[in-house]
């Protein structure tokens, strides 16, 4: 553990974590982008641990959070908070870990999957072409904001919106957006109810917002550097 924390220097405060159990390895995306992009670079490098240390962490059950909270313990990261299993991403787990140890934090608490937007919209999908059209047209917009679990993936199924300010901010652009020229496209009724959605959207995910800001974030990792 001490070897690997040496050779990263610092682990990210939100970490998309890895586990590849047929090649025993490890590895860390920094979610937020608050790590130096050196550092983002060294955390996404897959990593072999020493076997004794496997088999005590990773051969338990593969979602148990226990064994993950216990893994980052080690690493120095004693209130780190694992997700429930990402639906459609095999091993990979969301983990969220407090950069200084003092700040309780909640995994399934920092985004909405797209799946997840897409299932607010899907009630609409009786109704009208044009409407339909719509709802794939603001949902096209939603994906702007979303990235990727892993580099490269495409397509709206394996996206997050990350609760950030900046992505609050643009879903309620959305909102405003639909209100104001949606009746080009679809009736005033329609409207109503693709407004109510979208500020639905903005208000859940300023619940599960973090009180950090992306600078606040880089300044305590590059602090911690």
């Not at 009736?187 to 009180?211: C, H, N, P, T």
Request: net charge positive; proline share 5%.
């Amino acid at each position: 553990m001490k070897d690997y924390s040496k050779s990263v220097g610092v682990l990210p405060p939100s970490a998309l974590f890895e586990v590849n159990r047929e090649t025993e390895e490890i590895s860390f995306i920094d979610v937020y982008c608050a790590l130096p992009r050196s550092l983002c670079l060294r955390v996404r490098e897959r990593r072999k641990l020493v076997k004794g240390k496997w088999e005590e962490f990773f051969h338990k059950p593969l979602f148990d959070p226990l064994t993950y909270e216990n893994f980052f313990c080690a690493m120095g990261y004693p209130l780190a908070h694992v997700s429930t299993p990402l639906p459609g991403q095999g091993n990979k787990i969301f983990v969220l870990v407090s950069p200084y140890g003092r700040e309780h934090v909640h995994a399934n608490k920092v985004y909405l999957s797209m799946r997840e937007i897409e299932a607010r919209y899907l009630p609409a999908n009786f109704s009208t072409n044009e409407e339909n059209n719509y709802i794939k047209r603001v949902l096209k917009t939603y994906n702007e904001a979303s990235r990727p679990w892993q580099e490269g993936e495409r397509g709206r199924a394996n996206r997050y919106i990350l609760a950030t300010e900046e992505n609050i901010d643009f879903t309620e652009y959305i909102a405003r957006d639909i209100a104001e020229f949606g009746h080009r496209f679809v009736s005033d009724v329609f409207v109503q109810y693709m407004v109510r959605v979208a500020k639905g959207i903005k208000e859940d995910l300023e619940k599960v917002k973090l009180s950090w800001s992306k600078k606040q974030l880089a300044r305590s990792t590059n602090w911690q550097i």
